[in-house]
């Protein structure tokens, strides 16, 4: 009897070390990565200093960040701060340095072994960005606040992305604190996490949604305002364009027309042509951006139209109005955007590289056709002729956005200009944005908009 | 090839590529490393084939020790050069503490009649620790003599195992003091050496104090009431415990969620979580770790260095060889016949068996940390003397069953 139950005992022990051996895989498999991760793991940055980071390079091999004797420095300064991020011992990693961090340090992860003894060294990481046309974007817009995005429509890759106030992350220590008090927010990298109106920008979406429902053939009488829903409704300096087909209302950007337009459209039509677009989704890219709005309901005809002519409460980031010229660009198709080309080890052996991926069909081929119409005549006789450049055909829309500043004082209007080019055959999508820089977007933002079609076809 | 399938051929291979990995990964080289490696392999074979030449019994536990030795003191080397050199010496000792108590279980006769000594023995180290002893990490357990540390409560579990194998073998229909019950009486001893145990803060030897007489009564006499009410009572007292004491809520809440003060109280078990999974499946590689953030990782915490170095594999590795090891504990205590001999079998196996289970299940946080050590492996004179005390015994007792 008492050898059965010492027998019983050893199961029982068994047992034990069974579960042991057990929890202890579960730990590996489930919890390894988490706790890798977490900030209290000291280990984290003592490998991380046995590795040289890797660097990380335009798609032509001009270096934006590269690590010495554990130094992290970004040649550019400031130029790249919002599409890299930065790496810190103090502050952490944010963007790039951020979501690519595991590349970056070679995918050794933690553990690994180290044969040699020599450092290890980590992948290095090639953008789609287009350093030549990088540089032009950020000079263009100088020291006023805004952004500018440029895309190549067939692939979504990002050949420039500008956001400004920025920071330069090489004395991120030094100006962490003024930095984080600004109250112009330069740590806000506003080319995809700023949410401005669109404004006039946003008829591109309400014209889609109107030659949906064949309205091309419409007539306006525009008196310069209109009263919708008990409101008034003006044109841009309240100009009257008499009896105007929907084209040329679409050149002149008349209020007026659209208002009408988009009431006649109804609301849910706009929405859904607004989330074909990309607004109301959540973006899953390979760099964080913020959701772009377009609110969900609206009852009296006064909001309708405002939301058609792109006010009210519709808020877009710069890099979905970019978007929405790519979709026009490339025959109504949206390509994902991307800022990452490829990631090499330290042989020069490619280990990643992405390709380009539909994200989603905004519009029909006959819609793209139509407007690419309309955008090259708006920049040829209509209110984008700032952006017109010879020997080439640009498309391009204006907008000049109210926003909670303009209430109280006049010249306080985000400006927008989005365009591509050439016209035939796009190769390049921009959208410029410059906040409460009043003026409109024709006067402030074209002549960007025309610096960097220009240096990219040249 | 075929001396190859000897196990004691797959010892001494690792314990050469341990030491010459430990020799050429410091800088600079010290051939200290390899005179302590030599050493270890020096002891461990000659014992190994004077218990095969000899024949005196098992041969497989020596080599499952060696090997949990030599894991062990490679660790330590690693981790603290002082410490593994320090350790070397007490394996010396402790080898020696296993030939003597190997001859004295095999040739004094009357271990069986003498649990009143052994008791009261266990009580005078008991109140001797109370009276002397210094705080260490929150534990009263330490008796400072000159240079010698000596942790008593590793003794007394010995101690306690023969005491409660006395009782086990004996009579048991005896009345103490004319009426009360024997079982009850031991009851009470039980009791009172786990009363002692809290007031040292003992937890971790008070849990295994406690299950070794709860599977020993369970073996040998089976009351199941008694064991349920004894349960019962645990559960009480530990529910006291627990609303009583702050250091008892302070392990629990640690367990439950070591993040909630990470920088105070659970920062060990953090570190200990971190470490164990930076190793991954095949560790980081000894040497390239970084073990040394965990706080006594030479002591409670070696296994999770060894699982952060050598792996996951590395740490299973440890857990089944402490598995056999116990099967071996409990095949002989199945081949001995009825009485004291089988009841300290049973006991010791018992004791390594759940000793490994609390230290383990802790440092990986299957179960609430209580500070105890790993036998064989962990850094102490006390805890390997103890740990080799009782193979000794074990062996004499294998060696009995083959007599037999």
């Not at chain 1, 600004?182 to 806000?188: A, D, K, T």
């Not at chain 1, 209110?383 to 952006?387: H, R």
């Not at chain 2, 970084?290 to 706080?295: A, F, R």
């Given at each position: 009897m008492t050898d059965k139950r010492i027998i019983n005992i050893l199961i029982v022990i068994c047992i034990l070390f069974m579960s042991l051996i057990g929890y202890l895989t579960y730990l590996e498999l489930f919890e390894a990565e988490e706790l890798a991760k977490s900030?209290?793991?000291?280990r984290q940055w003592a490998y991380e200093e046995d590795i040289e980071r890797g660097m990380i390079l335009d798609k032509?091999?001009?270096?934006?960040a590269q690590s010495k004797d554990g130094e992290r420095t970004y040649p550019?300064?400031?130029?790249?701060s919002h599409i890299i991020g930065y790496n810190s011992r103090i502050y952490g990693k944010s963007l790039l340095e951020s979501k690519y961090n595991q590349l970056l340090l070679?995918?050794?992860?933690l553990g690994g072994l180290n044969?040699?003894?020599?450092k290890k060294k980590g992948y290095n990481l090639y953008l789609t960005i287009d350093h030549n046309l990088q540089k032009v974007a950020y000079n263009s817009i100088g020291n006023r606040n805004g952004s500018a995005v440029a895309i190549?429509?067939?692939?979504?890759?990002?050949l420039a992305m500008v956001s400004k106030p920025d920071f330069n992350p090489n004395t991120l220590s030094e100006q962490w604190e003024s930095l984080v008090d600004?109250?112009?927010?330069?740590?806000?990298p506003r080319a995809t996490s700023g949410l401005y109106a669109p404004g006039s920008t946003f008829k591109i979406l309400t014209s889609s949604a109107a030659l949906d429902l064949n309205l091309q053939d419409m007539v306006f009488e525009d008196k310069g305002s209109i009263e919708i829903g008990g409101k008034t409704v003006s044109n841009s300096g309240s100009k009257a364009y008499g009896n105007i087909t929907f084209d040329r209302a679409f050149q002149l950007s008349s209020n007026v027309a659209f208002c009408s337009l988009g009431v006649t459209a109804g609301f849910d039509k706009l929405k859904s042509t607004a989330e074909n677009f990309g607004f109301n989704k959540e973006p899953d890219y390979d760099f964080p951006v913020a959701k772009s709005i377009f609110p969900l309901s609206a009852k009296e005809d006064a909001e309708i139209a405002a939301l058609a002519m792109g006010q009210g409460n519709t808020l877009a980031t710069p890099l979905q109005m970019a978007l929405v010229a790519c979709a026009v660009a490339n025959d109504g198709v949206i390509m994902e955007p991307r800022l990452v080309s490829h990631a090499t080890n330290n042989s020069g052996v490619t280990i990643l590289a992405t390709k380009p991926k539909q994200q989603?069909?905004?519009?029909s081929k006959e819609n793209a056709d139509y407007i690419t119409d309309m955008m090259v005549k708006t920049v040829t006789q209509g209110?984008?002729?700032?952006?017109m450049i010879n020997g080439i055909t640009v498309a391009g829309k204006t907008g000049t956005a109210e926003n909670e500043q303009t209430v109280m004082q006049k010249n306080k209007e985000h400006t927008w200009f989005v365009a591509f080019a050439?016209?035939?055959?796009?190769e390049i999508a921009v959208a410029v944005m410059l906040e409460y820089?009043?003026?409109?977007g024709a006067s402030v933002c074209g002549p960007i908009v025309r610096n960097i079609i220009r240096e990219y076809l040249r | 090839m075929k001396a190859l399938k000897k196990p004691i051929i797959l010892l001494l291979i690792t314990t050469v590529m341990a030491f010459a990995l430990l020799f050429f990964y410091r800088?600079?080289?010290?051939v200290n490393i390899l005179y302590i490696g030599g050493s270890v392999m020096l002891i461990s074979a000659i014992t190994y084939f004077a218990i095969v030449y000899f024949k005196?019994?098992?041969?497989y536990l020596f080599l499952i020790v060696s090997m949990l030795v030599v894991l062990g003191t490679l660790m330590l080397c690693r981790i603290n050069y002082t410490y593994g050199i320090k350790q070397i010496l007490w394996y010396l000792i402790s080898v020696s503490a296993f030939y003597l108590s190997f001859f004295i279980y095999k040739y004094v006769?009357?271990?069986?009649?003498?649990g009143t000594f052994y008791f009261i023995l266990g009580v005078i180290l008991f109140i001797a620790t109370l009276l002397f002893g210094t705080r260490s990490g929150g534990a009263k357990n330490w008796i400072r003599a000159g240079i010698l540390s000596v942790q008593p409560s590793e003794f007394i579990k010995l101690l306690y195992i023969f005491f409660l194998a006395s009782y086990f073998s004996g009579k048991r229909d005896k009345l103490v003091f004319g009426k009360i019950k024997e079982k009850y009486a031991i009851l009470f001893c039980v009791y009172m050496y786990l009363g002692f145990l809290v007031l040292q803060r003992e937890w971790g030897i008070a849990v295994l104090f406690f299950v070794i007489y709860i599977a020993m009564e369970y073996i040998f006499e089976h009351d199941l009431m008694l064991i349920l009410c004894n349960f019962l009572l645990a559960g009480l007292g530990g529910g006291v415990g627990y609303l009583t004491m702050y250091h008892i809520q302070v392990r629990v809440a640690t367990w439950l969620n070591?993040?909630?003060?990470v920088s105070k109280t659970g920062y060990q078990i953090a570190q200990s979580l971190f470490a164990i999974s930076s190793g991954?499946?095949?560790?980081?590689g000894l040497g390239l770790g970084?073990?040394?953030?965990?706080?006594a990782v030479h002591t409670d915490f070696i296994f999770s260095a060894i699982c952060e170095e050598l792996g996951l594999f590395g740490g299973v590795a440890i857990i089944l060889l402490f598995f056999i090891f116990t099967y071996r504990g409990a095949k002989i205590s199945l081949k001995l016949p009825e009485g004291f001999d089988k009841c300290i079998a049973a006991g010791i196996t018992v004791m390594f068996g759940i000793q490994t289970f609390i230290i383990l299940g802790g440092v990986i946080k299957l179960i609430p940390l209580t500070g105890i050590t790993l036998p064989f492996?962990?850094?102490g004179g006390s805890s390997l003397l103890s740990s080799f005390i009782a193979l000794g015994v074990l062996q004499a007792l294998s060696g009995r069953e083959v007599e037999k």
């Open positions: 900030p209290y793991n000291q032509e091999g001009v270096i934006l550019y300064d400031n130029m790249y070679g995918q050794y992860g044969i040699t003894g020599n190549n429509p067939k692939t979504g890759e990002i600004n109250e112009n927010s330069p740590l806000l989603s069909v905004a519009m209110t984008g002729t700032s952006a050439p016209a035939e055959d796009p820089s009043g003026g409109s | 800088t600079p080289m010290d005196l019994g098992d041969e006769k009357m271990l069986n009649k003498m070591p993040w909630a003060d991954g499946f095949f560790g980081s970084k073990p040394e953030y965990i706080p492996i962990s850094y």
